[in-house]
């Protein structure tokens, strides 16, 4: 795997790895998933970054600290989009079909 699409794999773990440790929040439910692979997909279309709200993460907004939580993904979302934007883009496509952000 060459150092372009690891590095960039990397930095979509990291994302992965804070929705595991937001799990009692709901992080690792299907909403906050569809939400990122719909990022990813903008990003792949090289279309910008939206404004994201906490609200668009759909974390369980009655569990304190969700607000907290969402901004982290906002923001590690943010660096997988940049760096989706930036990689060339045979590792794009590449990581692209991989996670299923191709269609």
Partial sequence: MASAELKL???IDEFEEAQTKYSDWGA?????????????R???EGKDFPVVKPEH??????TRGWKS????L???AKKAFDAMQKAPHK???DVAKYHGWDH
Avoid: Y
């Avoid at 690792?28 to 990813?40: I, S």
């Avoid at 993460?57 to 009655?62: A, D, E, I, K, Y």
């Fill in 28 to 40: 690792c439910d299907t909403e906050p998933d569809h939400f990122f692979e719909a990022l990813m």
């Fill in 9 to 11: 794999r990397q930095i």
């Fill in 57 to 62: 993460w759909q974390l369980f907004s009655s």
């Fill in 42 to 44: 903008k990003a792949v």
């Fill in 74 to 76: 906002r923001r590690k």
């Fill in 91 to 93: 590792v794009v496509l």
């Fill in 69 to 72: 939580k969402a901004n982290v």
